[in-house]
């Protein structure tokens, strides 16, 4: 396999090293070692001395989520998320996908989205051609909020408008290139998609990403790829934030008592962890899971359910079995992934969003 030396010097690093093996939120959820980042460099080692086949280990390369906690936990500064995304292009390149990540990799290309959806649910297609004039200020709902949580992006919309925001929401919204960046990284199909959306962003002065998977990719992948966006990028949590400091949006605090769960897009990538706690604390009583900030644990997503699925209940239920640990029954997220994930799995647990604080629902 066709490996940068960067990427090899890490992977034999990696492969006999169990220091971040307690904190991978996929392996604590199966049990298994094979779900660790040390496994993970022992298959890929196997692959670059040809003792065994690329084809035989992308199984295992695709049941990682690329969420950084092993990279966070390492105090020698060793990176298997970059060797894992770096197998993951090597592999669309030689053609050795696996069809179930192939079929997604076909729909980001065709549909602009991994699950091939072509339209917004009606409530969602209303809300944006109601905010479909073109104005300084525009709102990222990103992929997952408009195909696969419209009451969520919906939400998102409400929000801003109950501020008094004046603002657009593109009506055939590009995608970020983020799911193509976590399928195969950074091809050329992925920059492309990078490229186009930046062009589009570009018309705007500032531009509120709802998604902090988006967001992370617009801040942070861009750069990392040469892409620039000419507009002022800012998170939805750190433009809400400033809302309600301005008096925009007029907080009662309810005294409801709940924890945070930290997506990872914000805490570890951007580090961005008290703009959302400054709108909870707005709303609600806040507690911390023992988890939070920069050490925060995955809760799931929408993507990866759609060929792990039994594995990301997993993950949701370990993460609400954290909350409970400490005596919570109410989760807010501030990432939609996160929040349709445990939402689907929540028994005796409240999932609320940011937004269903704000506006009371």
Partial sequence: MIMSEKCKQHVDSCRFCWMCHHICPIGNATGQERN?????????????????????????????????????????????????????????????????????VSNCIETGNAYGKTATCDCLTEAIKAHADKKDTLLFLGVD?????????????????KAGVDFSVMENELPSGVQLDFLI??????????EACAKALGEYKT???????????????????????????????????????????????TGKAVVFQDPYQL????????????????????????????????????LMAQYMPEIIKKVAERRIFN????????????????????????????ILSLEDLILGE
């Fill in 36 to 104: 660790t980042a040390r496994a993970r460099a022992l298959g890929i080692s196997l692959v670059n001395r040809e003792a065994i086949d690329l084809s035989e280990i992308m199984d295992n390369i695709y049941e990682c989520c690329t969420c950084g906690a092993c990279v966070h936990d390492c105090v020698t500064g060793w990176d298997p998320v970059m060797f894992t995304k770096e197998t993951r292009l090597q592999a669309a390149l030689e053609g050795k996908l696996p069809e179930y990540i192939m079929t997604l």
């Fill in 323 to 350: 909350a409970t640990s400490i005596g919570a029954n109410t989760i807010v997220t501030a990432c939609v992934s996160e929040y349709v994930s445990l939402k689907a799995v929540a028994k005796d647990v409240e």
């Fill in 267 to 302: 805490s570890r990538d951007l580090e961005e962890t008290e703009e959302a706690r400054e709108i909870v604390m707005s709303y609600a009583v806040l507690g911390e899971m023992l988890l939070n900030r920069a050490e925060t644990v995955w809760a799931g997503n929408i």
């Fill in 185 to 194: 990284g950074a091809a050329n199909e992925t920059k492309a998609q990078m």
């Fill in 145 to 161: 909020a408009k195909f696969m949580a419209c009451e969520q992006a919906l939400k998102a919309i409400k929000v801003l408008d």
């Fill in 207 to 253: 531009v509120v990403v709802y998604d902090p998977n988006d967001a992370k990719a617009i801040k942070q992948l861009y750069k990392e790829y040469g892409i620039e966006v000419k507009a002022n990028v800012v998170t939805y949590t750190s433009f809400v934030a400033g809302l309600i400091k301005d008096g925009k949006l007029e907080a009662k605090n």
